[in-house]
Nanobody
């Protein structure tokens, strides 16, 4: 069993930055891929980024590539998402999620993930 808690959301102006953090308990993240997802009102939940258990592979959705950076610190059992140059279109509830794997790749489909956090609201508005 893994429990995940997101933090760091809030209200920012367009062009601003936020750093989201996902803290895990119940297990270390050594053998887990971690993904960040978001869901805006009226839209389906979509994959934003993921990182493999070995740090050897990362994925970014085209909409955030070059602006967002995912990182993990297995010693602290945390995964961060640094979000820069934020746009109003980034407004959503952001979730972190995880699934166990020994592979060097991470998957980015919602159906692949076993454990989910409660989500944190990110609002980008002038």
């Amino acid at each position: 069993q893994v429990q995940l808690v997101e933090s760091g959301g809030g209200l920012v102006q367009p062009g601003g930055s936020l750093r989201l953090s996902c803290a895990a308990s119940g297990s270390t993240l050594d053998y887990y891929a971690i993904g960040w997802f978001r869901q805006a009102p009226g839209k389906e939940r979509e994959g934003v980024s993921c990182i493999s258990s070995s740090d050897g592979y990362t994925y970014y959705a085209d909409s955030v590539k070059g602006r967002f950076t995912i990182s993990r610190d297995n010693a602290k059992n945390t995964v961060d998402l640094q979000m820069n140059s934020l746009k109003p279109e980034d407004t959503a509830v952001y979730y972190c999620a995880t699934y166990p794997t020994l592979k060097r790749l991470c998957l980015y489909a919602v159906r692949e993930y076993d454990y989910w956090g409660q989500g944190t609201q990110v609002t980008v508005s002038s």
